[in-house]
């Protein structure tokens, strides 16, 4: 069969792919029975969701969450401190320790931030 046409089952002619009826009067067209339903939606269900907590503020200290820092191995934890040096994160965490602990350097302070104090 060529490309864009149909046969026709009654005379095996092609005819165009759009073609609504054939020369021999074979009707392509949907039959009444055979044209699609509409289907019925779902009904709609109401769920009753559960209330949220408010996450609660941790009771952890500085030093615990160095130490937990510490507890997810040396290679992570040395990635970790390099972010938070870079993107000046996590706060919570005392990062001068993690660091004494993989040996490395403890961050400089700031000399921007003397210079504020002394004002």
């Excluded at 095996?12 to 020369?23: H, I, L, P, T």
């Excluded at 509409?38 to 709609?44: F, L, Y």
């Amino acid at each position: 069969m060529a490309r864009g046409k149909k046969t026709c089952p009654a005379c095996n002619k092609e005819v165009g792919a759009r073609a609504m009826k054939c020369e021999c009067g074979h009707d392509f067209a949907p039959k009444k029975g055979n044209v699609l339903t509409k289907v019925d939606t779902p009904p709609i269900v109401e769920v009753e969701l559960p209330e949220l907590k408010e996450p609660e503020p941790s009771t952890m200290t500085e030093e615990e969450h160095a130490d937990r820092v510490l507890s997810y191995g040396t290679e992570r934890a040395k990635l970790l401190l390099k972010m938070a040096r870079w993107e000046k994160k996590w706060h919570h965490v005392d990062w001068n320790r993690v660091a004494a602990k993989l040996g490395e350097a403890e961050e400089p302070e700031d000399p921007g931030e003397e210079i504020e104090e002394a004002a």
